[in-house]
């Protein structure tokens, strides 16, 4: 028996049947990519959420309104205006005769120490720094807000609990009052905290501040790229243009590509065994922090130059060749101008991992604790991952949103690095 | 004049005295070539090719390939698909030394002078025997900095306005200047296809060579366009020698006096276009002329 043409199911039909199905396997894997995407956007928006919560308040600062009595036999008693003299003064007893008059009530020993611990230790600096630069202000009386201690800062930023009893809390009832008494006569408030920008760090956390790790940071990133960027275009150049295709060039190529995963740390020892112990460099140096940097994202600049130098295309080349031009100056005049924005994108790329590296510079001891922002490549100075390392670790209450507003600040440092990559990947793309 | 004409198949006989551009036997019978058909001499030659061989690796692309180049001639090399006429021409002024595989042995000399000496240095060579590619290159620079690049390098000018004045001739003389004297700074790669290969041919002349190789300069441009440029070819030959491999049957008897006809990586035969082209001596070139295979 012979099946007729009509009993044979046609094509269409049989793809018909399928097609329902087929949809649905791609449906379904369209919505697992959705949902793997959306789990990692929500993710990401609760650490950011997380991080610039818990951060924020550091950008500002409680500040106490005093009146300053500029007493001359305090400041000044041989009325001689010597800077020695000057620089040398009590300017503490100005605050603590401030905040005497403004409580005349409080008498007793331990209840004196809870009122003079309301202000901040850097206010007397503050003073000093006033009466250095202008010497005119002796004599005076002068309002002035000055920095409020940390414990203070928290109860104002509301991260002191008023609730819980009184032998729990940090801050007696006392002071609690007086600070009650200040917001009601507007004589304490939160103000921009350009210290946190600008100063160095300090065992003090109302008065420590990212300005020597940033500073630290910008010097061992600016070492790094002098260094690496010409090594790295160098290499890349050489290897892909006028190096001979033999087995040691093969096996620079897997080394190379290799270096690319090694732990940082490692590079830390090195640096730690060659730089600092046989060459003697500087401890805590960016010069030193640099040179480790260098050593980690070469392996990254390099193999971004050769991607870049094999997308030139090889008319170009031959064009250049056809004409005259020497291998060198086909390459010079040619190749690399056009495949420099790609070499570029990878070097940013590679600076900004190096700005978020931590291992290799604990190794060199860039994690001292250092108050002053340093001046040269060849300062001590720490950097910032690391400054947010030890804050990290401090326990006092007030580090910990410092401690968040460091990572914000290092985060968009490193948003603003990428985001110059891809707008000169977007900028240089197909230009010919 | 020297010529050398079919004999019995599988053997070479040739009087004494007279090159046999002859070729190793062979045993198929159907490939019997027994050296090149017609005169490939020239009157006078600005470049002689003798017996050239070229390997990519271990596989024999040119076999024993003899050729003279004369002076100020438009010479066209044609053929089927991979019968190596653009590897023959890109020996002519060692671009094959590009590719790492390749390997040419034979005697080529430019004016009596052999451009494969060991320790001959290739930049001036091709200053003086330039090059033009199939698809349109121009430097992703201004049209001005294109043609000028080659007098830069290799240091032909001593002023500005030395450099402008050869700028402007060449574009003249690629038939271009009109078409782009108010926009010279624009990227060349801005240009039409015709308008790029004419550039391209502005750039080679701007050095001021000799010879000028072509390999298929009109496969990737449209009639109009390849038309201006079969006109350029014309008004080059007084000045330049010119050596095209071209595709085209049609383009090579518009443009040359001369033509050769490649098989396999061997030239079959050579002799004045006009001849080839009415009456060829060779069963190989009549089949191919005729279209029989491509």
């Given at each position: 028996m012979n099946k007729s043409a009509v009993d044979q199911p046609r094509t269409i039909d049989r793809v018909n049947a399928s097609l329902k199905q087929r949809y649905n396997r791609e449906r379904r894997f369209r919505w697992f990519g959705l949902g793997a995407v959306l789990l990692g956007l929500l993710f990401v928006g609760l650490m950011f959420l997380n991080i610039i919560g818990n951060g924020y308040g550091a950008f500002q600062q409680t500040r106490m309104l005093l009146e300053i009595d500029y007493h001359p036999e305090v400041?000044?008693?041989?009325?001689?205006?010597?800077p020695a003299t000057l620089s040398s003064a009590n300017y503490a007893a100005l605050v603590k005769s401030a905040l005497r008059t403004r409580y005349p009530d409080v008498a007793e020993r331990r209840e004196k120490r809870e009122l003079y611990g309301m202000?901040?230790?850097g206010a007397a600096l503050l003073l000093r720094a006033r009466v250095m630069a202008?010497?005119?202000?002796?004599?005076t009386r002068q309002s002035i807000w000055l920095p409020a201690d940390d414990d203070i800062d928290m109860l104002i930023k509301g991260?002191?609990?008023?609730?819980?009893p009184e032998s729990e809390r940090r801050l007696s009832d006392r002071v609690i009052g007086w600070v009650e008494q200040l917001e009601s006569t507007g004589a304490i408030e939160r103000q921009f905290n350009l210290t946190f920008l600008t100063g160095g760090d300090s065992r003090e956390p109302e008065l420590a501040g990212i300005g020597g790790a940033v500073m630290g940071s910008l010097y061992t990133l600016l070492v790094t790229l002098l260094l690496s960027f010409p090594i790295g275009v160098a290499a890349a150049l050489y290897l892909e243009e006028?190096?001979?295709?033999?087995r040691w060039t093969d096996l620079v190529e897997v080394n190379i590509n290799n270096l690319a995963a090694v732990p940082s740390i490692v590079f830390g020892l090195l640096g730690l065994a060659?730089?600092?112990?046989?060459?003697?460099l500087p401890r805590s140096a960016p010069l030193v922090g640099g040179m480790v940097l260098t050593l980690m994202t070469l392996p990254t600049i390099i193999i971004a130059s050769r991607a870049a130098l094999k997308s030139v295309p090889p008319s170009i080349r031959e064009a250049a060749l056809g004409i005259g031009a020497s291998r060198m100056q086909m390459v010079f005049h040619h190749v690399l101008p056009l495949a420099m924005p790609g070499m570029l994108t990878g070097t940013i790329i590679g600076m900004a991992q190096a700005l978020g590296e931590t291992a290799p510079l604990l190794m060199i001891g860039m994690v001292a604790f250092i108050v002053d922002i340093p001046?040269?490549?060849?300062?001590p100075s720490t950097v910032l991952p690391v400054q947010i390392f030890l804050w990290a670790d401090s326990?006092?209450?007030?580090f910990m949103e410092k401690t968040s507003a460091a990572i914000m600040v290092l985060l968009g440092f490193l948003i603003l690095m990428n985001l110059i990559a891809v707008i000169l990947r977007k900028r240089f793309e197909r230009r010919w | 004049m020297l010529s050398v004409t079919p004999d019995t198949m599988g053997s070479v006989t040739a009087p004494t005295g007279v090159i046999a551009a002859g070729f190793s036997p062979v045993v198929d019978e159907s490939r019997a070539i027994n050296g090149t058909v017609?005169?490939?001499?020239?009157?006078?030659?600005r470049m002689t090719a003798r017996h050239v061989h070229v390997y990519y690796g271990d596989k024999l692309?040119?076999?024993?390939v003899s050729l003279d180049i004369g002076k100020n001639e438009v010479i066209a090399m044609i053929g089927?698909?991979?019968?190596g006429k653009s590897t023959f021409l890109r020996c002519l002024n060692r671009m094959?030394?590009?590719?790492?595989t390749c390997r040419v042995e034979g005697e080529i000399k430019l004016d009596a002078q052999d451009?494969?000496?060991?320790?001959?240095?290739v930049v001036p060579l091709r200053a003086q025997v330039g090059m033009v590619f199939q698809k349109p290159n121009p430097f992703p620079k201004s049209i001005y900095d294109n043609v000028a690049y080659g007098p830069r390098i290799h240091g032909l000018t001593g002023s500005k306005s030395e450099l402008d004045g050869i700028v402007e001739q060449s574009l003249q003389k690629a038939g271009l200047w009109d078409e782009v004297k108010d926009r010279?700074?624009?990227?060349?790669?801005?240009?039409?296809g015709g308008q790029q290969q004419r550039l391209c041919i502005a750039r080679t002349i701007a050095v001021a060579p000799e010879v000028i190789l072509m390999d298929?300069?009109?496969?990737?441009?449209?009639p109009i366009a390849t038309a201006r440029v079969e006109e350029l070819i014309d008004e080059l030959r007084e000045q330049y020698t010119i050596a095209i491999v071209t595709h085209s049957m049609q383009q090579a008897a518009r443009v040359s006096q001369r033509t050769a006809y490649f098989h396999l990586g061997e030239l079959v035969e050579v002799g004045n276009t006009d001849d080839i082209f009415?009456?060829?001596?060779?069963r190989l070139t009549e089949d191919y002329i005729t279209g029989r295979f491509g």
């Open positions: 400041i000044d008693p041989a009325g001689e205006r010597d202000v901040s230790s202008d010497p005119g202000l002796i004599g991260h002191i609990d008023r609730k819980v006028f190096a001979p295709r033999n060659v730089f600092i112990n046989f060459f003697g001046g040269s490549a060849l300062d326990p006092e209450r007030a | 017609g005169d490939i001499t020239a009157r006078d030659p692309a040119i076999n024993n089927p698909s991979g019968c094959n030394d590009t590719i790492d451009i494969y000496a060991s320790g001959l240095d010279l700074d624009d990227v060349g790669t801005g240009l039409s298929e300069p009109c496969s990737a441009l449209d009415t009456n060829p001596r060779h």
